[in-house]
């Protein structure tokens, strides 16, 4: 077992030793290119490529290959990243991103654009647009052009509901209500990107967003929601009226005060007078003595001070 342990630290060790080695070498890299010295590259792109310094070293790491494969800028809004609860990050390139990795290709050769005569108004608040429009990308070492077509219904994102504390939801545009033609053109250079050069593994803002709800759901179903168990509430003693009525006595120490009338005594206002229990009899007024019952009858028990049952009950508080 020890030995099995020992092992694993090694592993650990060895795996972190890695990452370290990675991070040194590829901040320098960027830090020479961007013209600056490591550690300021990395606090710097915590903050701008994540917008949020609680990341690992690893999800540093994975932007940095990425930010050096392509030559991306993440200072310029090239490049940044949402990090998934899997650990990993999801790289996201803005179409500035995607028109620079495309002309520093040796073999690109231009891009010419196509539209649908057919014009719609998707909703309410978008512009007028083509119904599709198709970018053709040529390049040097091919006879024929690729061809992508990209379709607004298809491609188009909603307004987006804004919630609030303490304040009524409202709607705001996004980029696709005020630019709506701009957008599908956008899309369809950046699928036609990927087609034309094989670019993987990086995805503009609204597949990025797509990406990361699946990855979430994927990570729920694997590893179950993020939700605390509730503890199984502690087991109550039955009620003295629902242990009566079901046989159980109780031991002595937590035996009740001497049993009273059922609570039905106080809602039946009926002309009856209340007896005492025969445990607490109380003493008679009159002090004569009662009359002797007949042969083979018990005696009644003793009638209770008026009043007495009432106020008990409402000290026992069982209303």
């Avoid at 040529?138 to 690729?146: F, G, L």
Wanted: with cysteine.
């Amino acid at each position: 077992m020890a030995e099995e342990q020992r092992t694993g630290d090694q592993q650990k060790t060895g795996a972190l030793t890695t990452v370290n080695k990675a991070t040194r070498s590829l901040s320098k890299t960027l830090a020479d290119r961007f013209g600056t010295d490591p550690a300021h590259l990395i606090e710097a792109l915590k903050m701008v490529a994540f917008k949020n310094a609680s990341i690992t070293t690893p999800q540093l790491v994975g932007l940095m290959i990425v930010a050096d494969q392509y030559k991306l800028n993440p200072f310029t809004r090239e490049l940044h990243a949402y990090p998934d609860k899997q650990g990993g990050i999801v790289p996201i390139v803005g179409v500035d991103g995607w028109t620079r990795i495309m002309n520093e290709n040796p073999q690109y050769d231009g891009i010419e654009f196509r539209e649908s005569e057919n014009i719609i108004q998707i909703d309410e608040y978008a512009k007028n647009c083509p119904e599709w429009i198709e970018s053709v990308i040529y390049r040097k070492d091919r006879n024929h052009p690729v061809v992508v077509r990209e379709y607004l219904d298809e491609s188009y994102r909603k307004r987006i509901e804004v919630k609030k504390p303490n304040q009524a939801p409202y709607f705001v545009n996004t980029p696709w209500q005020t630019h709506t033609k701009r957008m599908l053109r956008n899309k369809a250079i950046i699928q036609g990107a990927r087609v034309a050069f094989g670019y993987s593994g990086i995805y503009d803002a609204d597949e990025g967003r797509d990406v990361v709800k699946a990855r979430e759901a994927e990570f729920e179903i694997v590893n179950g929601p993020d939700v605390v168990t509730p503890e199984a509430p502690e087991k109550q003693p039955p009620a003295p009226a629902a242990a009566a009525a079901a046989g159980v006595r109780e031991p002595e120490n937590l035996q009740q005060p001497p049993a009273q009338p059922p609570k039905q005594s106080r809602r039946k206002r009926s002309g009856k007078k209340q007896q005492a229990p025969a445990a607490a009899p109380a003493e008679a007024p009159d002090p004569a003595p009662a009359a002797a019952p007949a042969a083979g009858e018990s005696a009644p028990p003793p009638l209770a001070e008026p009043g007495k049952a009432a106020k008990e009950l409402d000290q026992l508080d069982l209303f």
